[in-house]
T-cell receptor
Framework: AQRVTQPEKLLSVFKGAPVELKCNYS??????LFWYVQYSRQRLQLLLR??SRESIKGFTADLNKGETSFHLKKPFAQEEDSAMYYC???????????FGTGTRLTVIP | KAGVTQTPRYLIKTRGQQVTLSCSPI?????VSWYQQTPGQGLQFLFE???????NKGNFPGRFSGRQFSNSRSEMNVSTLELGDSALYLC????????????FGPGTRLTVL
């Protein structure tokens, strides 16, 4: 079975401060990990995926297989980063996603 | 390209009734997945359809069913509604193949009274 855990339901940081949203997973195979974001009144959308190894809107995430983590990081938070963030896992050979319960990030001006 | 559309956007039903929700994927997308989003359980996978066939199924009771048409549009049906079925139901579409991103619709908000 697979499981995605986001330990923080709420996270508040000041503008310009670093931010880290935690994500841990359990899965016996080789997963594909994603971060999805939902801004106020908008649809759920992909932020980044681990296989792309890219930085989107200043966010990065590194898959740590040893610690089974995929934490999302940004060195300097911006007000427009305030949103709901979901970590998600896709099993090898499947198209559906398993989501964590999400973390609501609030960036305080 | 138009995004994923879902109809209706809001629904109110009473216990015991049934409901059908519709999803139109992005043009060219043949995979459609359904998710249930609730405050307590978060986003949970219901099922995925590809080329009119259910390819994957989550852990939901048989009251939840779906289908996909030849134009890739999909419907999901919930029979004998329960209060706990109140949720936001999200549809997501993607191109065939497992490397492609899922694009989500705005959801249908179902309230069961």
């Amino acid at each position: 079975a697979q499981r995605v855990t986001q330990p923080e339901k709420l996270l508040s940081v000041f503008k310009g401060a670093p931010v880290e949203l935690k994500c841990n997973y359990s899965y016996s195979g080789s997963p594909e990990l994603f971060w999805y974001v939902q801004y106020s009144r908008q649809r759920l959308q992909l932020l980044l995926r681990h296989i792309s190894r890219e930085s989107i809107k200043g966010f990065t995430a590194d898959l740590n297989k040893g610690e089974t983590s995929f934490h999302l990081k940004k060195p300097f938070a911006q007000e427009e980063d305030s949103a709901m963030y979901y970590c998600a896992l896709r099993r090898a050979g499947a198209n559906n996603l398993f989501f964590g319960t999400g973390t609501r990030l609030t960036v305080i001006p | 390209k138009a995004g994923v559309t879902q109809t209706p956007r809001y629904l109110i039903k009473t216990r015991g009734q049934q409901v059908t929700l519709s999803c139109s994927p992005i043009s060219g997308h043949r995979s459609v997945s359904w998710y249930q989003q609730t405050p307590g359980q978060g986003l949970q996978f219901l099922f995925e359809y590809f080329s009119e066939t259910q390819r994957n199924k989550g852990n939901f009771p048989g009251r939840f069913s779906g289908r996909q048409f030849s134009n890739s549009r999909s419907e999901m049906n919930v029979s004998t509604l329960e209060l706990g079925d109140s949720a936001l139901y999200l549809c997501a579409s993607s191109l065939e193949g497992l490397v492609y991103e899922q694009f989500f619709g705005p959801g249908t908000r179902l309230t069961v009274l």
